[in-house]
């Protein structure tokens, strides 16, 4: 079996890697804080999951061990450093070997990591997900790709252990721009729900029924379920964080900017995290946008 | 078993009261256009469902022959002519009679009609639907009612022939105020589902596959679904039209200044929806925001 590289184990990356050590693969793990590693060793000790996981020093040392390195990063700044750093996994990375790029980054950095990759004989895919922690621990992400489609070939049946809507969507840079889109509509999508449920709330009518009855029709979707619920409970505890979704409209509205798109309502609930980041909310769930609209800072 | 009038039979009323129909009950039938109130009792004759449904020549002899009336109209401006109108149902209706208005209509007018009943002895519902033609169809409407719970508890058998997910959501107006956040949610929907997906057409990324993926994830919802594939298609066929869903989005934002509600994108998507009525679009579904959001006026 292939040996799998897994560089980047918080809240979404630990359960992945976990589902890869179940099933069998052979991992090579790094992260930046040592104590994830170490759990997923143990873990594997005390459930008799063979084989045992082995812990590399960086980025480099993963890939020198790898057939495929996956990276689950929380940010661009993260990605570029870990691949295509001094000590990054394209330095050490064998030709032939696949890098899957899992974090949500920018298109345009996984178009340069694509090219990076290209140069030495690796083959690197972009492929953010949706679904959240709970998507990541349940193995149902939907996972967004872009790169080449014999990479993409050779990736999937480790990628089906992670996740089960799975789809090629275009090159180099096509599924972080897939998931920019992604989270143009969770985020408007928020906005949406936050506007109605303030709306029943103030017109004296109960939000729990309201949401209720609206799961029934074409208002229905994920978010007035997950995040409708959130707000009805002032629950902001993450989950997705207002700030993260910020960094993720950003990317939306340069890529937009460079294309020519025209994204009005996403840029104003840009806007919006914004202003929550600003008053000291940015570690809130991103439905936390129920407090712009309905002026509820408690 | 009960009389039921039914008042509106268009693409909406029609296909429900056939459902009325096929489980026996009594129908007194009336229409501003008597075609569809003979093909109605064409259809019980050639189906042999009994009994044959009678027509009433006014809102006030379908009411003086019925227990429940039904009324199923395309605006408030209709609404408060036929049920108060001179020859209105309230004008014709019997004490203990219950009239159920099913349009979408005014939170204010509905307060209004419940007063009027309430002087007669009628009750007076509000029970709008979410789920359009198809679910009408179907039975599958999501039914939202305001009014007094032991009109709602009498009226349920009837309205459990019509839809599935039926919610008494508080007393006399709430029905339409959660219509109305209803339609707060499904337009904020169909715009964010337009900037992403001309967002990714734009980055040169297939529409098509883009929201196959984003079906899996949390951008998932029923607007995605119906209306990112209207506009993968630049089909614009109503469906709902642009200009009932502006009239709709002006009735919540009327609602709101009374009790101040902040509804800053609802009142910006309405504002799209007035320039595509403007420019000759409103006779279009209302996925036709993407007319605006992609600019194409094709």
Redesign the interface.
Known sequence: MQTIGFIGLGLMGKPMAEHLLRVGYSLVLHNRNRTSVDELIALAHNSDFKPIPRAAGSPRQVAQASDVVITMLPNPAAVASVIDGDDGVLSGARAGAIVIDMSTSH?RLARELYAQGAARGVSVLDAP????QV?AQQAT????VGGDADAFVRALPVLQVLG???????GAG?GQ??K???Q??????I???A??????Q?????GA??R?????????????E?HGQRMLQHNFVPGGRAETHLKDLTI?LE??QV????????A??AEMFQTLVERGFGGDDHSALWRI???DWA
């Not at 506007?195 to 029943?200: D, G, I, K, R, T």
């Not at 294309?259 to 996403?266: D, E, H, M, V």
Request: no cysteine.
């Open positions: 298109p997900v949706s679904g959240g998507g992400l939907s996972i967004m089960k809507n799975i789809v090629h969507v275009g096509a721009i897939v920019a889109a992604n143009i509509i969770v985020g408007l999508t906005e949406a729900v506007e109605a449920l303030a709306f029943v103030k017109a004296g009518v109960d029924k309201a209720e009855v609206m799961l029934g029709g074409f208002a229905t979707s994920r978010i007035l997950l939306a890529t937009a294309s020519g798109a025209n994204l009005p309502i996403t104003q609930v609209v309905a002026d």
